[in-house]
């Protein structure tokens, strides 16, 4: 009877055992030689490109403030738009549940990722002393002015390699979808990059420049958003045949009919002056261009993940 009694919980615990053993030796194997999922693999490719927006965006918001243009709002803006960013890019290197994001293990990309980081330590501050303060000075302009393109650059090229690992193993169904939801993903942030330039010019800040690469910025947002619906063999674009993303694109189309000439002007080298009517209307019509080029992003995202 002694023997019949100790036997029971002896056999619970060597079940305990080898459930344990299960759960820590085989499931890490499995998930290490699966990595991430096609879903997966889109919300990264959406979410690292969204990264390059928000780096314009906020870049954008600090031009309002420095302008005067409903100072208030865009404060709220810029907290929210760098609060986001920095949570994204923890989220890209450790995984967030909240963001539906798998950590990164790929170390050139973690390398990379390193890069952003060294950046986002010197921009930052400038944006927490601008959000204390409530007011831009002449010299933060300058420091966003200078560092916010290596910061778009550095998270470019970490989008890159994203893309590249996409492609090998996390898209199956159509890996064409990487280039797309790169590129898609990419006009977000033209639509804040092409803003933030005009801004700068209504500014007074390198005004030669900025119109060059407005110039630039709006050529290539316009190329790409035709490349989207009919295909590009140069930028590695197919033709897109879904016809709610058709859709969704025509309306981005009919938005961008009406900035278009806003940033066309800005860029015009007979242009001496901006004035606030014309600042105005680019601070509201800027956004609903953003966030129906982000609907169809969602839609290119929504494809690679079946």
């Known amino acids: 009877m002694l023997h019949t009694k100790s036997s029971k919980p002896l056999q619970t615990t060597g079940a305990l055992l080898?459930?344990?053993?299960?759960?820590?030796?085989?499931?890490?194997?499995?998930?290490?030689?699966?990595?991430?999922?096609?879903?997966?693999?889109?919300?990264?490719?959406?979410?690292?490109?969204?990264?390059?927006?928000?780096?314009?965006?906020?870049?954008?918001?600090?031009?309002?403030?420095?302008?005067?243009?409903?100072?208030?709002?865009?404060?709220?803006?810029?907290?929210?738009?760098?609060?986001l960013f920095d949570k994204t890019l923890k989220g890209l290197r450790n995984g967030s549940s909240e963001l539906h994001l798998p950590p990164t293990n790929a170390k050139r990309i973690l390398r990379q990722l390193d890069k952003v980081d060294t950046i986002w330590a010197g921009f930052y501050p400038v944006v927490q002393a601008i959000l204390k303060s409530k007011a831009v000075t002449k010299d933060q302009v300058a420091t966003m002015a200078k560092n916010n393109l290596p910061l778009l650059k550095e998270m470019n090229k970490a989008v890159g390699l994203y893309e590249k690992d996409a492609k090998k193993g996390g898209l199956k169904s159509d890996p064409s979808l990487a280039a797309t939801l790169n590129l898609s993903g990419k006009q977000r942030?033209?639509?804040?990059?092409?803003?933030?330039?005009?801004l700068l010019v209504a500014y007074g800040y390198n005004v030669d420049d900025n119109k060059l690469s407005l110039l630039e910025t709006y050529s290539l947002f316009e190329r790409t958003l035709k490349g989207l619906r009919d295909g590009d063999e140069t930028l590695g674009l197919s033709a897109t045949t879904q016809p709610r993303i058709l859709a969704q694109l025509a309306v981005v189309e009919g938005l961008w009919a009406k900035?278009?000439?806003?940033?066309?002007?800005?860029?015009?080298?007979?242009?001496?002056?901006?004035?606030?009517?014309?600042?105005?209307?680019?601070?509201?019509?800027?956004?609903?261009?953003?966030?129906?080029?982000?609907?169809?992003?969602?839609?290119?995202?929504?494809e690679a993940g079946k």
């Open 18 to 83: 080898l459930a344990l053993l299960l759960l820590f030796c085989i499931v890490p194997v499995s998930l290490a030689s699966d990595g991430p999922t096609s879903a997966e693999y889109g919300v990264v490719l959406n979410l690292s490109g969204k990264q390059r927006m928000l780096s314009q965006k906020m870049s954008k918001e600090i031009m309002l403030v420095a302008l005067g243009i409903d100072t208030e709002k865009n404060l709220a803006n810029l907290a929210k738009t760098s609060g």
């Open 259 to 302: 900035f278009k000439p806003i940033v066309t002007y800005g860029a015009d080298p007979k242009t001496t002056s901006i004035p606030k009517e014309k600042i105005e209307v680019l601070a509201n019509t800027n956004l609903p261009l953003l966030k129906n080029m982000n609907k169809a992003v969602g839609m290119y995202a929504k």
């Open 189 to 198: 942030m033209l639509t804040q990059k092409m803003s933030k330039e005009f």
